[in-house]
């Protein structure tokens, strides 16, 4: 047994002061049981006796034996006294450090794409600090108090309807059916409610469609170039990448047909309205050669649209997945370019089975979803709100493209060539061979300057001499100071 002398520092009570709480007597108990100063089975004085030794009324060691006998620390047997419990094992032996997390992780390898060094988590606490983003909308362009009525009205409709009660299963419904009819007026989409399952943002959306498709091992295509968390989705589900060449006219898919020939595809990935990161569009010979292939050798499309609202140029292609002759392309698009990263919905469209299956998975992921927002995007989009928040800030965006070309052109000169794009809210810039991009990267973050390097968007990690840089958040003022920035990180190289 413990010598009684050293109770109260074994218990790490103040010294200095003649009273302690039962808590602190309990907590000092569980304590040293916990660092193995306790060893399981001690015997422990009686309450008489250890009042006497903390110099503490009974009744205060009577109430600490109790809160650590409620919680297991401690057990009591009738005429032989109180003991630590003999089924405990210390988690901690004394001189030793404390043990990390022990169950085994599958930890996942770092992508560039998702880390950031000490500079640029610096920079994001600086208010003068720019970033040439992947080409996001300007939350400062949402028409707040349209925002803020259509929310109010949403809130207290589905108060006074108790629709709140009852989760997102009514107002999950009506989005559905005014995505539907967005899609079938705008993108010849012949979809209705049954063909929309609703996510929480476009990565939710692929992980839930490639995981009903991926098996270890499968065979999935993506371009040479192209969205870093797509292709570590599919990765992560155990797929083999094979990248496919891109031209001026979008994906190779000629390349497509000989890499079926070798392999038994499962998937392609795409972006052929605005490809990330390149913006080119896929060309309409090619958009049939690859619904063509797709049935050939029975391969699944996904198709991200991401945003397809923003084209500048003539009217937008309509998706691979409005082709009604197709069977094979699952379709991914999202509101966030529309009205800001801020309001996460994003949709799938697939045939009514699949959409099952990607509601049972999502269910259990996401359980129930914001019926106030639901609504509110519902009622924004039926009654024509969205439409005219769109034709709005398009205007804008295409001004500010406008600018982003003119002061790139004035600032690098002929150091750099940029394909105009026909839409999309980002251009594609590519320096002469005598810049290293990724040095010119980091030499930018010493301007207050954060932009991706072109190496980021290659699935194989392979040098790219380009910038994607978005233009829609950054007002002209701003573009103009980025591009400044830039141009002074070319020249320091």
């Known amino acids: 047994m413990v010598q009684m002398r050293k ?12 009273h302690a709480s039962y808590r602190k007597i309990a907590e000092g108990l569980v304590t040293a049981i916990v660092e193995g100063r306790l060893p399981p089975g001690t015997l422990l004085p009686g309450t008489r006796e250890m009042a006497q030794l903390l110099n503490v009324n009974r009744k205060t060691v009577i109430l600490a034996y109790e809160e650590a006998l409620t919680k297991g620390w401690l057990i009591s047997e009738p005429r032989r006294g109180t003991f630590v419990n003999a089924q405990l094992t210390s988690q901690q032996l004394p001189g030793r450090a404390p043990q990390s997390f022990a169950p085994s992780i599958l930890a996942q390898p770092v992508v560039p794409y998702f880390t950031h060094n000490a500079q640029v988590t610096a920079l994001q606490h600086r208010h003068d600090a720019l970033f040439f983003d992947n080409g996001t909308s300007d939350h400062r362009l ?17 108060f006074a309807s108790n629709t709140v ?21 705008n993108r010849g989409l012949a979809v209705n409610a049954d063909n929309i399952c609703l996510t929480q943002g476009t990565q939710m959306s692929l992980y839930l469609s490639a995981s009903l498709l991926i098996k270890p091992g499968d065979v999935v295509l993506v371009e040479r170039l192209s969205y870093p968390p797509a292709w570590e989705i599919f990765r992560q589900l155990g797929a083999q990448l094979v990248t496919v ?7 190779r898919t000629d390349q497509i047909d000989r890499l079926c020939q070798q392999h038994k595809v499962r998937m392609i990935y795409v972006t052929p309205h605005h490809q990330f990161p390149t913006t080119v569009s896929l060309h309409a010979a090619r958009r049939q050669h690859l619904l063509t292939l797709a049935a050939l050798h029975d391969f699944c499309i996904i198709e991200e ?6 084209h500048f140029n003539g009217r937008p292609y309509l998706p691979l997945a409005s082709d009604r002759s197709q069977r094979h392309v699952i379709y991914i698009g999202s509101l966030s370019k529309a009205l800001g990263s801020t309001f996460r919905c994003s949709y799938v469209v697939a045939p009514a089975q699949v959409i099952e299956a990607l509601q049972r ?29 769109l034709r709005r800030v398009s205007k804008e965006y295409r001004v500010r493209r406008e600018t982003l070309q003119t002061c790139l052109h004035e ?18 810039v590519r320096f002469e061979d005598g810049i290293d991009v990724d040095r010119m990267v980091k030499t930018a973050l010493g301007h207050g300057l954060v932009v991706r390097s072109g190496r980021q968007f290659s699935p194989m990690g392979q040098p790219e001499n380009a910038l994607r840089l978005g233009f829609a958040s950054l007002n002209q003022a701003e573009i103009r100071e980025a591009t400044l920035r830039l141009a002074q990180a070319a020249n320091a190289l």
């Not at 109770?7 to 003649?18: E, H, N, Q, T, V």
């Not at 925002?147 to 109010?152: K, M």
């Not at 649209?305 to 923003?310: I, L, M, R, S």
Request: aromatic share 8%; hydrophobic share 35%.
């Open 361 to 389: 998975n999502a269910a259990l992921m996401l359980g129930d979803a914001d019926a106030v927002a639901q609504k509110m995007l519902a009622d924004l989009i039926n009654e024509g709100e969205l439409k005219k928040h």
């Open 245 to 251: 060449d891109m031209d001026e006219e979008g994906c």
């Open 165 to 185: 009660r009852y989760g997102s299963e009514g107002t999950g419904y009506h989005l559905r059916c005014a995505l539907a009819e967005m899609l079938r007026s």
């Open 305 to 310: 649209d991401y945003d397809h609202e923003f």
């Open 142 to 158: 949402l028409p707040q108090s349209v925002l803020h009525r259509y929310y109010r009205n949403a809130l207290r409709t589905s």
């Open 411 to 428: 600032s690098l000169g002929e150091r750099i060539q940029i394909r105009e794009p026909e839409g999309g809210l980002a251009l594609w």
């Open 7 to 18: 109770w109260r520092p074994l218990l790490k009570l103040d010294a200095d002061s003649p």
